[in-house]
């Protein structure tokens, strides 16, 4: 029945959503559903109930984490988060709250931080989420996206590699080439990594601590709290860092910055994409312009999930708009028509 053991892993959790009384899933959100979860933490921010985890095997035999909660009832649509190279999933779990609240089974598939094989869109990270774990089956399924895992969803979707995606919000694409902590420019950067990766040798890692600094514009207009989740998260469990900065690590992700910088990718984006970021964010906007389908949205953050109240909440009714789109329905009173987005500052 099921094609891989999580699978089945992942049902089971979500049905205890309907049924309290399925052992193994915690549906009580008075304390942290994860053992590690940090004491510091408010409640908002501790994982969903019935929260479940699960892995997919690319075809480069790299594992990537996913997590995943749903509603009671029948989903009015489900949200696939791929967070940004330097989050782990759990910087998503007050997002998931707010979404199931709604009505909506959440997804998060940590791409962008977890090893080389998963920037490669051939490898087959986000077609294989969706199209053998999540299967919509003509339920609206919109892709919510930050950093580099906007940049690994924009080449996908033009690449045809995720059909069944309804609409994206696509934050703040990462697409510029920037160096980890090491003393090399990003030309003597790329020529290594990719003499390595060529020479098998891309394993070999950079110096410093192995954390990487990846470019664009400083967060700005972020809430204190929030903004301090991903560091909050790595202090209680260190295995929540993202996987140490390689030259093969450094070689795909130029790869996949270069090809989602071309033009040739957008032409296969057909769905209504909205992409968030900062007015100064040439890249981003350029980008939107390419796809027929996008809209601009200028924020005063380049991360609205970690943004002040007044801002994500906005954001999240974006995503919500587009998810009842999808279903037919009047959109809220509260978010505006597509078409004034990007109006907004």
């Given amino acids: 029945m099921f094609r891989r053991p999580d699978q089945a892993v992942a049902l089971g959790c979500v049905l205890a959503a309907l049924l309290p009384a399925v052992a193994g899933c915690d549906k009580g959100s008075k304390a942290p559903d994860l053992p590690h979860a940090p004491g510091s933490l408010s409640a908002r921010f501790y994982a969903p109930p019935g929260w479940a985890w699960g892995r997919i095997v690319l075809t480069d035999r790299s594992e990537l984490r996913y997590g995943v909660s749903s509603p009671p009832g029948v989903p009015r649509g489900a949200v696939l988060v791929l967070p940004g190279r330097d989050e782990p999933a759990e910087v998503w779990f007050e997002t998931a709250n707010d979404l199931l609240a709604r009505g909506y089974t959440v997804w998060v ?56 995606v309804t609409a994206a919000v696509i934050a703040s694409p990462t697409l510029e080439l920037a160096g980890a902590d090491v003393a090399l420019a990003p030309e003597p950067l790329e020529t290594a990594a990719e003499w390595a990766t060529r020479a098998r040798a891309g394993w070999i890692p950079l110096p410093g601590d192995g954390q990487p600094r990846l470019g664009g514009p400083a967060p700005a207009g972020l809430d204190p709290r929030r903004a301090q989740l991903a560091a909050i998260w790595r202090r209680s469990d260190p295995s929540l860092k993202p996987a140490r900065t390689s030259l093969g690590w450094v070689w795909g992700y130029d790869q996949a910055i270069r090809l ?67 279903r037919g329905e009047a959109r809220d009173q509260a978010a505006p028509p597509l078409g004034e987005l990007s109006r907004s500052d």
């Fill in 260 to 326: 989602a910088r071309a033009p040739t990718p957008y032409a296969g984006v057909k769905i209504p994409v909205v992409m968030p970021a900062l007015a100064a964010d040439q890249l981003a906007a350029r980008a939107c312009k390419r796809l027929a389908t996008c809209v601009l949205w200028v924020l005063p953050t380049s991360a609205p999930h970690l943004a002040r109240d007044e801002t994500r909440k906005l954001w999240l009714e974006r995503i919500v708009g587009l998810l009842e789109a999808q």
């Fill in 109 to 164: 598939l940590e791409a962008a931080g977890r090893g080389p094989g998963a920037l490669d869109p051939a490898k087959g990270a986000l077609q294989q989420m969706v199209g053998a774990v999540i299967r919509p089956r003509g339920r609206p399924l919109v892709l919510v996206c930050q950093g580099l895992g906007s940049t690994l969803a924009l080449r996908a979707l033009g690449d045809g590699r995720a059909p069944e």
